[in-house]
Structures are given as C-alpha cells and as structure tokens.
C-alpha cells in the first residue's frame, strides 16, 4: 500500500472510529431515558442533525484527503503527513477516552442537570475539556495529512468555535460549582496538556 493510501485508510479509520462510538452512545442515552420514562425529541433530534452533519464533513474531508495525499509527492507533503498523523491517532484515542468518561452525563447543549458532579479524574485531570482537545488534535492533524490551505482554515475556524463555545460552559460550571470549579480551573489547564495558566 502506497504512503498516500495509508495515510487517508487511518485517517478515515480515526474519524470514523469516533463518529461511530458517538452515535452508538447518543442510542444508548436515548435508550436509557425511555426506560426511565424521560423523552426529549427536541434533544434527539440535535443529536441526529449534530451526527449527520460531522458525519458529511467527514466524508468531504476524507475526498479532500484522499486527492490530496494521492498528489502528495514531495518530501515535505510526506513530512506534514507523518507529523499530522502523529497528532491525529493519539487525539482520537484521547476524544474516545474522554467520551465513554463521561458516558451518559454528556450533552449537546451546554447544561449542568441537578444531580451531576463535576468530573476531575482521568482524561478530566489532564484537561478541562478533553473532548474538545481530542476533536480539535484531531482536526489539526487532519488539516497537517490534507495539506490545503482550506484545511489549514477549517482548523482556525474550529479553535475560534470551541473557545466560544468553552466560555460558555465554564461560565455555567462556575455558576453550579463556584469554589470547585475556581480550584479546578487554577490545577487543571483548559484545552492544552501541561499548560499551566499564569
């Protein structure tokens, strides 16, 4: 198998991976809230939209991919290449990890129910929002396999998105956990492993 082939075969295989365990958990929540007699159609219907659209971009991406590294011959396509998958794989697994972590008390909105705890251990102890790191490491990596400069904008735009969208929730978690989450916030860096703030 050629370099150019491999690397969209893992590419494709990474997204893949985690678009999967993604909707098979949102079924399982989806399960477990009508066996315990509580119905959100609006909720799942998001959860639908939010799958079926990462599930596009995917497959655009992976078109992009797979053109680009097929054309991909220079020794420094082939290096941004490796260094892109270097960051990709190791990503997904962390965006995996992070996910199954917090099984069903994740959502797509951002919202701190009565009953939920704030999580501090394993994949939570290493940053704040790994979900988040994992995506956005795996979209830098992917951006670093494609090697366009359209890729290289999808991955700003991503960063910008999550940050908005990280305030947002810190502010919630601040307000449901004031003296908990201002402790965890000064111990626990928000996106970036090893990352003290200042």
């Known amino acids: 198998m050629r370099m150019g082939r491999l690397v969209v075969a893992v590419t494709i295989a990474c997204w893949g991976t985690l678009i999967s365990v993604w909707v098979l958990a949102a079924m399982c929540a989806r399960s477990h809230a009508r066996v315990a007699g509580r119905t959100d159609a609006g909720r799942a219907r998001r959860i639908a939209v939010a799958g079926a659209v990462v599930i596009a971009a995917s497959l655009v991406g992976a078109i992009i991919a797979s053109r680009a590294a097929e054309s991909s011959t220079t020794d420094l396509a082939r290096w941004l290449q490796a260094v892109g998958l270097t960051v990709l794989v190791p990503s997904t697994v962390f965006a995996l990890w992070a996910r199954l972590t917090l099984g069903s008390a994740w959502s797509i909105d951002p919202r701190v129910p009565a009953d939920r705890v704030l999580r501090m251990s394993g994949p939570y102890g290493v940053t704040r929002h790994p979900i988040y790191t994992g995506i956005l490491g795996m979209i830098i990596g992917s951006a670093l396999v494609i090697g366009v400069p359209a890729a290289i904008l999808w991955a700003a735009a991503s960063i910008v998105g999550v940050e908005l969208k990280i305030r947002q929730e810190e502010r919630l978690l601040l307000t449901a956990f004031p ?20």
């Open 179 to 198: 003296d908990e989450y201002r402790r965890y916030r000064e111990r626990v860096p928000q996106l970036v492993p090893g990352l003290r703030r200042r």
